[in-house]
C-alpha cells in the first residue's frame, strides 16, 4: 500500500437517541417550493469515524444550519492528530449532536461467507469481503452454525477466483458455501463491540447508538448490539425506515458523500423519506474529498426543503416511544416488545466498493417496499463498505 496516507487507507481501508431535550424540531420546517410538505418523516444525520474533519468542516455547516447530527467515534481514532479530540466530542454533544460507538479499532465484526465450499485440508478460504486479510496471526472461527473451529490469518488478497483469506494451516473440517462464515474471536468482537462504548462514555459522552464499520452487521456483532446498545443504526436496508414495525436494531442508511451519489439521488432518498412518513438516515463521511461543506449543506436542505424534521438518532426513536437504555426499548407504541422485526440475516452489505452484489436484499423485496426509485436507491448501501 506504498504511497498510501490515512485519508486513503481510510476509504479503501481494511478495504470503508436524545441530544439535548428540546431540540426535536431545530432547524425544520416548510421551505418555499418545497418538495413534499406536511410530512411526518424525519432525518438523522450520521458521520462516520470520527476523524477531524467532522470538527473542522461538518459541525460549523450543522450550525450555521441549526440542525444536530450524530458522530460515529472510532475509539482509537479518538485523541489522535487527525481525529476528533475528547473536548471535540463533549462539545458537539453540548450543542446537540449525539455520539455513537462506532467500534474500537475499526475492524470488522460482521461474518464473512464463504464463496466457496472448503474441504478439510484447505488453507485457503474463499470469503465475501477482505476485511480480515492485513491481520496477520489474528485469531479466528470458521463456522456454519453447527460447527466452529478456530484458526489464525496468515494473509490473504485476490485473484481470478475471487477474494481469500489464508490460514495458518488447514481448516480441519469441510465447510459449504454461503452458509459457512468466518470471523474474529468473540473476546475481539466483544472488546470492539462492548469495550467501545465504555471507552467512549469514560471520555464524558452518553452512548446509546452502534455502527458497524464496513456495514457487516451479521453474527455475534448483532447480539452484542442489542443487549448494549438502544439502536443499530446500519444493520440492514436502504435507510428509508418505515415506522410500522420499526425496530430499532434493524436500521438501515444511505450515503450522501460525493463519491457515491449525485445531488440528484440525494433529493430523490428524501424524497422518499418524505413520501413514506419514514425515518431517514443518511451517512457521510467527512474526511473524503468529495464530501465538502458544500455537499453537506446541500444534503442538510434538501432536507428542509421537504419538510424533514432533522434530528439525532436518539431524539427519533424517543418521540417514537422507544426508551434509551441498553438493549431495551418498546415497540414505539409505548408497550414493551419482545419481538424482534429484524432482517433475515443475511446483512446489508456486500463487500467492497467495486462489488455491485447486494446479497440478502431481494429486488422484488425492495420494489415492494420503496418502489423502483427506493430500489435504485438501495445501490448506494456499497458505500458502507468503505465507512
Given at each position: 500500500?506504498?504511497?498510501?496516507?490515512?485519508?486513503?487507507?481510510?476509504?479503501?481501508?481494511?478495504?470503508?437517541?436524545?441530544?439535548?431535550?428540546?431540540?426535536?424540531?431545530?432547524?425544520?420546517?416548510?421551505?418555499?417550493?418545497?418538495?413534499?410538505?406536511?410530512?411526518?418523516?424525519?432525518?438523522?444525520?450520521?458521520?462516520?469515524?470520527?476523524?477531524?474533519?467532522?470538527?473542522?468542516?461538518?459541525?460549523?455547516?450543522?450550525?450555521?444550519?441549526?440542525?444536530?447530527?450524530?458522530?460515529?467515534?472510532?475509539?482509537?481514532?479518538?485523541?489522535?492528530?487527525?481525529?476528533?479530540?475528547?473536548?471535540?466530542?463533549?462539545?458537539?454533544?453540548?450543542?446537540?449532536?449525539?455520539?455513537?460507538?462506532?467500534?474500537?479499532?475499526?475492524?470488522?465484526?460482521?461474518?464473512?461467507?464463504?464463496?466457496?465450499?472448503?474441504?478439510?485440508?484447505?488453507?485457503?478460504?474463499?470469503?465475501?469481503?477482505?476485511?480480515?486479510?492485513?491481520?496477520?496471526?489474528?485469531?479466528?472461527?470458521?463456522?456454519?452454525?453447527?460447527?466452529?473451529?478456530?484458526?489464525?490469518?496468515?494473509?490473504?488478497?485476490?485473484?481470478?477466483?475471487?477474494?481469500?483469506?489464508?490460514?495458518?494451516?488447514?481448516v480441519g473440517e469441510s465447510f459449504d458455501a454461503g452458509t459457512a462464515y468466518v470471523r474474529f474471536t468473540e473476546d475481539r468482537i466483544r472488546d470492539e463491540v462492548v469495550s467501545s462504548k465504555e471507552?467512549?462514555?469514560?471520555?464524558?459522552?452518553?452512548?446509546?447508538?452502534?455502527?458497524?464499520?464496513?456495514?457487516?452487521?451479521?453474527?455475534?456483532?448483532?447480539?452484542?448490539?442489542?443487549?448494549?446498545?438502544?439502536?443499530?443504526?446500519?444493520?440492514?436496508?436502504?435507510?428509508?425506515?418505515?415506522?410500522?414495525?420499526?425496530?430499532?436494531?434493524?436500521?438501515?442508511?444511505?450515503?450522501?458523500?460525493?463519491?457515491?451519489?449525485?445531488?440528484?439521488?440525494?433529493?430523490?432518498?428524501?424524497?422518499?423519506?418524505?413520501?413514506?412518513?419514514?425515518?431517514?438516515?443518511?451517512?457521510?463521511?467527512?474526511?473524503?474529498?468529495?464530501?465538502?461543506?458544500?455537499?453537506?449543506?446541500?444534503?442538510?436542505?434538501?432536507?428542509?426543503?421537504?419538510?424533514?424534521?432533522?434530528?439525532?438518532?436518539?431524539t427519533a426513536l424517543a418521540d417514537l416511544g422507544f426508551r434509551a437504555g441498553n438493549g431495551g426499548g418498546t415497540d414505539g407504541t409505548g408497550e414493551e416488545s419482545n419481538e424482534s422485526n429484524g432482517?433475515?440475516?443475511?446483512?446489508?452489505?456486500?463487500?467492497?466498493?467495486?462489488?455491485?452484489?447486494?446479497?440478502?436484499?431481494?429486488?422484488?423485496?425492495?420494489?415492494?417496499?420503496?418502489?423502483?426509485?427506493?430500489?435504485?436507491?438501495?445501490?448506494?448501501?456499497?458505500?458502507?463498505?468503505?465507512?
Amino acid at each position: 500500500m506504498t504511497g498510501f496516507g490515512r485519508r486513503d487507507v481510510c476509504r479503501v481501508g481494511a478495504a470503508g437517541a436524545l441530544a439535548v431535550a428540546g431540540l426535536g424540531t431545530t432547524g425544520t420546517g416548510a421551505v418555499v417550493g418545497s418538495a413534499e410538505q406536511n410530512t411526518n418523516g424525519r432525518v438523522v444525520f450520521v458521520y462516520d469515524d470520527s476523524w477531524r474533519e467532522d470538527w473542522t468542516d461538518t459541525f460549523p455547516v450543522h450550525q450555521d444550519e441549526g440542525v444536530p447530527a450524530c458522530s460515529a467515534a472510532v475509539v482509537d481514532h479518538v485523541d489522535t492528530s487527525w481525529g476528533l479530540l475528547p473536548e471535540h466530542l463533549r462539545e458537539m454533544e453540548d450543542a446537540g449532536w449525539e455520539i455513537m460507538a462506532h467500534t474500537t479499532s475499526h475492524v470488522a465484526v460482521g461474518n464473512l461467507y464463504l464463496t466457496a465450499p472448503a474441504a478439510a485440508g484447505d488453507e485457503r478460504l474463499y470469503l465475501d469481503g477482505s476485511f480480515l486479510a492485513e491481520y496477520e496471526g489474528e485469531e479466528i472461527v470458521i463456522s456454519d452454525g453447527d460447527r466452529t473451529v478456530e484458526n489464525a490469518v496468515a494473509g490473504g488478497d485476490r485473484d481470478d477466483t475471487g477474494i481469500y483469506l489464508d490460514l495458518a494451516e488447514p481448516v480441519g473440517e469441510s465447510f459449504d458455501a454461503g452458509t459457512a462464515y468466518v470471523r474474529f474471536t468473540e473476546d475481539r468482537i466483544r472488546d470492539e463491540v462492548v469495550s467501545s462504548k465504555e471507552a467512549l462514555e469514560e471520555l464524558g459522552v452518553e452512548v446509546d447508538g452502534f455502527v458497524s464499520p464496513y456495514g457487516r452487521s451479521d453474527g455475534l456483532v448483532e447480539d452484542l448490539v442489542r443487549d448494549h446498545y438502544a439502536a443499530f443504526a446500519n444493520r440492514g436496508g436502504n435507510g428509508v425506515n418505515a415506522l410500522e414495525g420499526l425496530d430499532p436494531h434493524a436500521l438501515g442508511r444511505s450515503s450522501i458523500d460525493g463519491h457515491a451519489v449525485t445531488e440528484a439521488e440525494i433529493e430523490a432518498f428524501f424524497d422518499d423519506v418524505a413520501a413514506n412518513d419514514a425515518l431517514g438516515i443518511a451517512v457521510g463521511h467527512s474526511q473524503f474529498d468529495e464530501t465538502t461543506p458544500e455537499r453537506i449543506r446541500f444534503a442538510i436542505r434538501a432536507a428542509k426543503e421537504r419538510d424533514l424534521e432533522i434530528v439525532t438518532l436518539r431524539t427519533a426513536l424517543a418521540d417514537l416511544g422507544f426508551r434509551a437504555g441498553n438493549g431495551g426499548g418498546t415497540d414505539g407504541t409505548g408497550e414493551e416488545s419482545n419481538e424482534s422485526n429484524g432482517t433475515d440475516g443475511t446483512g446489508e452489505e456486500s463487500d467492497e466498493s467495486d462489488d455491485d452484489s447486494l446479497p440478502g436484499f431481494g429486488i422484488a423485496g425492495t420494489l415492494a417496499g420503496l418502489g423502483t426509485a427506493g430500489y435504485l436507491l438501495s445501490n448506494r448501501r456499497r458505500d458502507d463498505e468503505r465507512s
